[in-house]
């Protein structure tokens, strides 16, 4: 097509009455042949240029033809119905959205915060959200890098120094499936809670482990030294677990797998623990006495540990041996079985497993004159014992990370102190000879110990900022913030991918409205079959305080 031919040089009037104004924001017209960013009409033209206003108009009626070669137009334009532009036209304002645009003007998602999060989930949101929500495992998302030569370094052996703020990808994985061990405990115990007079310790309980890589050879019982009137069983027989003295309370694992061992870099022997579930065993946690450890002589700064923890793991059943006696004569068997190779011990729990996993590391760090490294991954842990017991882990090279949710009050007790930073502040000011003093003489001068991995419920995009303190002491919570931490001044993964099935299962009261509004409206579009959740058959997690209508 040839655009200059169908118009005359005299119908160049029409161009110099209307004046167009191709602007593009400030910049150079493509139709415009001189340099200057403005509208210029013929008259000017001369003054400027010594090109006549014919050859200027040819060369516009150029560039126009050029310009609308390139956008495809095959049919002739009429140039005297183009309008006179008063600003950059965006592409794709039709008139049928004109009403959409003048809400946008309105810009309405400033007034309704929930309404500005709605307009971000876009269909890529959408199936990011959905996948999120989904009962698939997501492991596939996850690095699986090869350890290898680095396996002490994740394990502790330098205290996890450059690890954990940034957080490392593979070391938030290892977390990650150590806490998943733990879950396998608590889902084991609730599928059968009751533990039989005729039940044999000797025979592993079926569990269903996260890692099929590892296979349980021992079932761990906690046995507590007090017991409530038989009576209690006659009244309410359907709670009996509730009020038995000795618990299924978690189990011994081994790495079996070739193709894992080589990539982690050694055998690995699991030990993880459940938290809290029975009546005795509450009635064990509030022993908060500190009280000398056996076979300690009476000294300055000698470890000391609570009363109720000790009690469950040191005392005996009728049929059932003590946590402490099963776990290290089951250590020695594998440290004897696979003896030659390379093994490390790997101690996980939550809450009263968290507790209860230093009294096991302390002792299995000794059981054996080669014992293998040991490290303890605890989630929501108490204090334990007090600056001797901390102490005396310490020198038997027992490396601990503590994952402590910032809300997670638990975290906070027992002891005098609410904080160790408070504790480090009065030392560092010149009180450490009083708190010396107080640590040998107060029954409740407790300490923490290890490193700690400090994770914070209001970083979840997810969570509510005032979720309640049973979804801040929650295990799955705590995966959830591990799988979405980046850094203590960083905020929320956004590539995070664990599913949230399970938070919206147990804590669904302290997800976010939008989120969960968003989940039932997946659900009803039916986008995957295995958008459900499914209630367990099983007892709700022990990690939530159990209510009477529970």
């Known amino acids: 097509m040839q655009v200059a031919a169908t118009l005359s040089t005299n119908n160049a009037h029409f161009f110099q009455v209307r004046r167009p104004s191709f602007k593009c924001n400030g910049y150079l017209s493509p139709l415009n042949p001189i340099t200057r960013a403005t509208s210029i009409n013929a008259r000017s033209l001369k003054t400027i240029a010594p090109v006549t206003s014919t050859e200027m108009t040819k060369k516009h009626l150029s560039n126009l033809e050029k310009l609308l070669q390139k956008k495809g137009q095959s049919h002739p334009v009429d140039y005297s119905s183009v309008p006179v532009i008063q600003e950059p036209m965006k592409q794709g304002k039709t008139g049928e959205n004109r009403g959409r645009n003048l809400l946008e003007g309105l810009n309405l998602a400033r007034i309704w915060p929930e309404m500005k999060a709605a307009e971000e989930m876009s269909p890529r949101h959408l199936i990011r959200l959905h996948r999120m929500l989904s009962n698939k495992s997501m492991d596939e998302y996850s690095p699986r890098n090869n350890l290898g030569s680095r396996w002490k370094e994740y394990h502790g052996c330098k205290d996890w120094l450059g690890l954990l703020d940034p957080l490392d990808e593979n070391l ?37 482990l996260p890692d099929m890589s590892y296979k349980v050879t021992k079932s761990l019982y906690a046995t507590s030294s007090i017991g409530l009137p038989k009576w209690v069983d006659d009244v309410a027989p ?77 005392t005996s059943g009728t049929k059932i041996p003590s946590l402490a006696e099963s776990v290290v004569n089951e250590v020695k068997r594998l440290i004897e079985m696979y003896k030659g190779e390379s093994l490390s011990i790997t101690v996980t729990g939550h809450s009263l497993g968290a507790a209860l996993a230093l009294l096991v590391a302390d002792d299995i760090s000794t059981c054996a004159p080669d014992a293998p490294p040991v490290a303890v991954f605890s989630f929501g842990g108490p204090r334990v014992g007090n600056k001797g017991f901390a102490n005396r882990l310490e020198s038997k090279n027992v490396k601990v990370l503590r994952i ?12 005098m102190f609410v904080s160790e930073a408070i504790d480090k502040k009065l030392r560092e000011a010149g009180a450490a000879g009083v708190l010396n003093l107080l640590d040998n003489s107060m029954p409740w001068a407790y300490s923490h110990v290890g490193t700690e991995l400090r994770v914070d419920t209001t970083k979840s995009p997810f969570l509510k900022p005032d979720a309640d303190i049973a979804c801040c002491h929650d295990l799955e919570a705590y995966l959830h913030l591990v799988d979405g931490y980046l850094g203590s001044n960083e905020s929320f993964r956004p590539n995070a ?54």
Request: proline share 5%.
């Open 497 to 550: 991918k664990r599913s949230l099935a399970k938070l919206l299962n147990e804590q669904s009261a302290n997800i976010k409205k939008l989120y969960t509004s968003k989940g039932k409206d997946l659900s009803s579009l039916n986008l995957n079959r295995e958008f459900s959740f499914p209630r367990p058959s099983c007892l709700r997690s022990p990690s939530v305080l159990l209510s009477p209508s529970s």
């Open 404 to 415: 402590v949710n910032k809300q997670d009050v638990i975290t906070k007790v027992p002891g």
């Open 172 to 208: 938030r994985r290892e977390l990650v499936r150590y806490g998943e061990f733990i879950q396998a405990a608590y889902h084991c115990f609730h599928s059968d809670p009751a533990t039989s007079a005729e039940e044999n310790p000797d025979v592993a309980r079926n569990v269903s």
């Open 238 to 314: 359907d709670l009996g677990w509730m009020t038995q003295r000795s618990s299924w309370i978690g189990y011994v694992a081994v790495c079996d797998d070739k193709a894992e061992i080589q990539r982690m870099g050694r055998r690995d022997i699991v030990i993880a623990l459940r938290g809290t579930a029975t009546c005795l065993e509450w009635g064990e946690n509030v022993r908060d006495l500190l009280v000398q450890m056996p076979g300690e002589n009476e000294s300055e700064g000698q470890p000391k540990v609570e009363c109720g923890f000790l009690s469950l793991y040191q």
